[in-house]
Nanobody, 123 residues
Framework: QVQLVESGGGLVQAGGSLRLSCAASGRTFSWYAMGWFRQAPGKEREFVAAISWTGGSTSYADSVKGRVSISRDNVKNTVYLEMNSLKPEDTAIYYC????????????????WGQGTQVTVSS
């Protein structure tokens, strides 16, 4: 089972940038599609970005497309979320996730979750 720990969250001004990291433990990290979700107060958890097990394909929510880039380093067992042109509405707890089955291109059924890292964007 993949264990996930997020880091890199914090306070940033609108228009700024931030990079989130998700460190994974477990020998099968590279077999799984990975991604990020976020949840703001009073809102449901929403999908942000995903990357295939090979790292060859990515997908993004419309709300962040063009401002966010997901990547992974299977040697370091880490997935990243680069965020630019941040807006106050990006304020949320960001969660790293791994799919429940290996060798998937899409994050179809996340089953492993990190504890979350807070991102706050001030105006």
């Amino acid at each position: 089972q993949v264990q996930l720990v997020e880091s890199g969250g914090g306070l940033v001004q609108a228009g700024g940038s931030l990079r989130l990291s998700c460190a994974a433990s477990g020998r099968t990290f590279s077999w799984y599609a990975m991604g990020w979700f976020r949840q703001a107060p009073g809102k449901e958890r929403e999908f942000v970005a995903a990357i295939s097990w090979t790292g060859g394909s990515t997908s993004y929510a419309d709300s962040v497309k063009g401002r966010v880039s997901i990547s992974r380093d299977n040697v370091k067992n880490t997935v990243y979320l680069e965020m630019n042109s941040l807006k106050p509405e990006d304020t949320a707890i960001y969660y790293c996730a791994a799919d429940s089955e290996p060798f998937r291109s899409n994050l179809d059924a996340p089953n492993s979750w990190g504890q979350g890292t807070q991102v706050t964007v001030s105006s």
